[in-house]
């Protein structure tokens, strides 16, 4: 019996990300679980009390499963920037992934207290990883930037998504290299500071030049300026 309904919420579980990667947060409803999934509307309501309450058991079981991977190609890069290539390439690589598109697509929705406090927990180890590397390549405020840079992760996966004309690798690429570029260490993208100009000693103006020039100061066009 315990298994025959571990079967069943695993279905459900099931029909949830095909839904949500569908049509996102709104198409996730319990008539269209109960279509997928061949279950009596009332035989749903015995697993999941409401639409956010399927939200907040899959946040718990595939954010976990999404960090982790993220995770492992970070931890398997040698050097800091090496992570941050590691932290965005794995994030778009996933995109593709069922359990990813729904991910995305909770991530998207309005959320409730549950569901936030479970991504804020699959999170930690993974922003904490982020910070520390953008720290190693000298960013005084690593946390503000990797916010930034997570918004270049989200906008190449809007991109990748929409189906744009670029193929997926080539979206990839492009990010990788602009959130590299991005997080170099501040001391290594700043301009050097320009040597002063020498100013030119004046020449000696002719009486007929100087005429010309206290002409010139009183025109219509230097009183408007």
Do not use: N
Request: charged content about 25%; proline content about 5%.
């Amino acid at each position: 019996m315990a298994e025959h309904r571990t079967m069943q919420r695993d279905a459900l579980l099931d029909a949830a990300r095909s839904l949500l990667t569908e049509g996102g947060t709104e198409a996730l409803t319990f008539p269209a679980l109960a279509e997928r999934t061949g279950l009596a509307r009332s035989s749903v309501y015995e697993y999941f009390r409401s639409r956010a309450a399927v939200v907040e058991e899959l946040c718990s079981v595939d954010f976990p499963v999404w960090a982790a991977e993220v995770e492992a190609a970070m931890e398997a890069a040698d050097g800091a920037a090496a992570k941050i290539e590691a932290y965005v390439r794995s994030q778009l690589t996933l995109v593709g992934d069922r359990r990813h598109r729904a991910v995305v697509a909770i991530s998207a929705g309005e959320l409730d207290a549950g569901a936030r406090e479970k991504i804020r927990a699959a999170h930690g180890g993974l922003v904490a990883m982020v910070v520390e590397a953008l720290g190693d390549l000298g960013h005084e405020e690593p946390r503000l930037t990797a916010m930034l840079l997570q918004g270049v992760v989200d906008a190449a996966v809007r991109r990748i998504e929409l189906g744009a004309a670029e193929v997926p690798e080539r979206i990839v690429d492009a990010a990788v290299a602009m959130a590299l570029r991005g997080v170099q260490s501040p001391a290594t993208t700043s301009a050097p500071t320009p040597e002063p100009a020498l100013t030119p000693e004046p020449a000696p103006v002719s009486d007929s030049v100087s005429d010309s020039v206290s002409d010139s100061a009183t025109s219509p066009l230097v009183e408007q300026l």
